[in-house]
Structure formats: structure tokens, C-alpha cells
């Protein structure tokens, strides 16, 4: 039985009003006590603090609420990771929906999500239904976020008659799904000298001031060089591949099937980069069919929260890559997928642990594997 990272953090002493030097500390010895109490034979390197320790969030959001006293927002995240502009978007969206002419959509809303950077804001309006009434209302919203003191760079509209969460795994396609109110329908991901754009609706890190510090930290592990192949599963928009793996010879980037796959296919043209895309369900036959390299290759995957499906990490353990960068956004996943790796014949070299989460129980974690000798 897995002993849990919260359970670590609970006997670390960890809560949200922690300085933050105090919650680095905390965190520091429950990834510790994490390993050695699910036996995984290494010890983990410090803990990579944030530039940001509060107001770092990029994505946000709120959950629309109709109770006795009229329309409310339901706040599930801590303030403090918040931005203090996406605050006040949040209130003055809401004061709006408090009053009579905004009732039918506050009755037909969702969520209202907020994502970009820490310079520009995108709106997502998670709707239930849409028709005339709520389309004119949406518009009528979507002029005034753009006369904010801090304006709203873009506003989109997206219909889901049964989502328990903000935005669904199966991206919307059609143009019934997804209606843009105004700006631009991709955000961009500001890197050194470049920039990534990515669908409105596609993942990327919510911590925009810990990205570099993630790409070194796989860079390093990675150790590319220009007779490398670079394999990027999970690659969504190709943040990796882009990002630290310019001195490979070639990359290969896999993900599910979406919109941020074609972004990372223009952003390969644009830069001019040796890169190839293939979009799929990522499972073992999945990984079994794709192009094996000329050469000596290293593979990095960051799957979702709940980790790679069976018999995923044998498969690519079938490729005999010299080096593995395993990304864990989900800290429990760790001991399952070690020893898989383990009976593969990977062995860890380095752990590092990064805080992606400040004031939160949760960790960017990741691990460099070799081939035992």
C-alpha cells in the first residue's frame, strides 16, 4: 500500500500559512519521508522553490453557484496562488451576474475560467446551453471586460451540457462547442527568444515563473546532443521539444488527439525545427507502432495527474533509449511507475523534485532513469 504524499506532508507539519521558506522546508522532508516509506532506493534532490510563491497561477477558475441569496462564485483554489488582476475579473463578472437582465445566463453558466500569462487574459464562459438571450449577454460581458483597467485580451464561449470540470479531456472541435466573443482563439508561452502558442482550451503549466527552472532541470537530465533523438510523449504544444532539446538531431512529439498538436506542427515550421507530430490514444500498441530512430535516443514523457495507462512504460522501455526524463505531476504515480521501470531494466539516476504548487499539497517531481548496467 502506497503511503501518500499528503500523508507525508500531514506528518511534515504542512499547511497553507506556512512562510514560504517554512513550506520549502516542509515540503523538502515530506518528498523524503515519501520515498523512504514506499522503499524507493534513492534520495531526492532539494526541492526547486518558485520565483513566485504567490499569485503564480496562469489558469484559473470559478464555479458558478444559484442559492437562496442569488448568483455567487465558489472559490476552490487558495487566493494567494491567484493573481490580483484575476481577482478582480472574477468580482466584477460576478456583480454583473448578480443583477436581473444577467439572470438567464448566470442560470445557463458553468464556470468562468481564466488563462494566459502574467501579462494577458483569456476568459472561457463554460456554458450549459446557448441561445439568443445568453449569446447577447455574453457579448454584452464581453465588451465591458475589454474597458477593465487591465482589459481582457480575448473572451470564448464553451458549451457543456454535462461537465462536472471546467474543461473536458476531449477538447471541443465543432463550431457549435466552442464560440470565440473576441481576440484571439491560441495563447502564447513566452521562452527565451521565442514564443509557443497553444489552443485556448489545451493544457500547459499553470505556474508560467517555474517553467524555465523545469526546463533546465529536464535539460540537464536529458544530456542531448546533435546524434540524439529526442521522443517527447505527452508533448502537447511541443513545450519540451522546443524548449530544451534544440541540440537534438531530430524530435518526435506524441499526443492524444487536438488542437495543441497542430500548434506545436506550425510552431515546428516556424522555427524551422527538425520535428515530427503524431497524434494518438497513447497506450502500449500505441507506442509499439511508432518510428524507432537511427541513432541513440532519449525519451521524456509528462503524463496526466493519474499516470501513464498499463503497459505504456514497457513498451518504451522496448526502445532501449539511453536516457528516461519522467515527469510526475502526480507525486502518488511514483512507486507504481519506478518499479515498472525497475522490472524494464531502468534504473533512477536523480530526482528532482520541483515546487510547481505553492500554498498547495501537490509537487512537480522529476526523474532521470538509466539502463541498469
Not at 77 to 92: G, L
Not at 215 to 228: F, G, P, V
Not at 306 to 326: F, N, S
Amino acid at each position: 500500500m502506497i503511503y501518500t504524499f499528503a500523508e507525508a506532508l500531514e506528518a511534515c507539519g504542512f499547511t497553507d500559512r506556512l512562510s514560504y521558506n517554512k513550506e520549502l522546508d516542509v515540503k523538502n522532508r515530506a518528498i523524503a519521508l515519501f520515498f523512504e516509506k514506499n522503499m524507493i532506493p534513492t534520495s531526492p534532490a532539494p526541492v526547486i522553490p518558485s520565483p513566485m510563491p504567490e499569485g503564480y497561477r496562469t489558469t484559473t477558475k470559478r464555479r458558478a453557484k444559484i442559492g437562496r441569496n442569488g448568483f455567487s462564485f465558489g472559490v476552490d483554489e487558495a487566493p494567494v496562488t491567484e493573481p490580483r488582476e484575476h481577482q478582480d475579473i472574477y468580482s466584477f463578472v460576478e456583480g454583473k451576474l448578480q443583477t436581473p437582465p444577467y439572470r438567464p445566463m448566470a442560470e445557463a453558466l458553468n464556470w468562468v475560467i481564466l488563462r494566459g500569462s502574467y501579462t494577458s487574459r483569456t476568459v472561457i464562459f463554460n456554458v450549459r446551453e446557448l441561445n439568443a438571450p445568453i449569446v447577447r449577454k455574453l457579448k454584452q460581458l464581453a465588451d465591458h471586460l475589454q474597458k477593465l483597467p487591465k482589459p481582457v485580451t480575448a473572451a470564448h464561449v464553451y458549451v457543456a451540457k454535462t461537465s462536472d470540470y471546467y474543461l473536458e479531456m476531449d477538447q471541443p472541435t465543432d463550431s457549435m462547442a466552442f464560440k470565440q466573443l473576441y481576440g484571439p482563439r491560441e495563447l502564447a508561452l513566452k521562452l527565451d527568444g521565442f514564443s509557443l502558442k497553444y489552443p485556448v482550451t489545451g493544457f500547459s503549466q499553470i505556474n508560467e515563473s517555474q517553467v524555465r527552472n523545469m526546463l533546465s532541470a529536464a535539460k540537464e537530465m536529458a544530456q542531448l546532443d546533435a546524434n540524439t533523438n529526442f521522443m517527447d510523449l505527452y508533448c502537447g504544444y511541443g513545450l519540451f521539444g522546443f524548449g530544451m532539446a534544440e541540440e537534438a538531431h531530430s524530435i518526435l512529439g506524441v499526443e492524444w488527439t487536438g488542437e495543441s498538436i497542430e500548434c506545436a506542427k506550425r510552431s515546428a515550421q516556424f522555427l524551422k525545427r527538425n520535428a515530427q507530430f503524431i497524434a494518438g490514444r497513447i497506450d502500449s500498441k500505441f507506442i509499439d507502432k511508432l518510428p524507432k530512430p537511427k541513432g541513440p535516443e532519449v525519451i521524456l514523457l509528462d503524463p496526466p495527474r493519474k499516470g501513464t495507462l498499463p503497459g505504456v512504460i514497457a513498451a518504451l522501455a522496448k526502445r532501449h533509449a539511453r536516457r528516461i526524463v519522467h515527469i510526475f505531476c502526480g507525486t502518488d504515480e511514483i512507486p507504481r511507475s519506478i518499479k515498472e521501470w525497475d522490472s524494464a531494466g531502468y534504473r533512477i539516476e536523480k530526482v528532482q523534485p520541483l515546487d510547481m504548487f505553492p500554498k498547495v499539497r501537490h509537487m512537480e517531481t522529476l526523474v532521470c532513469l538509466v539502463p541498469k548496467e
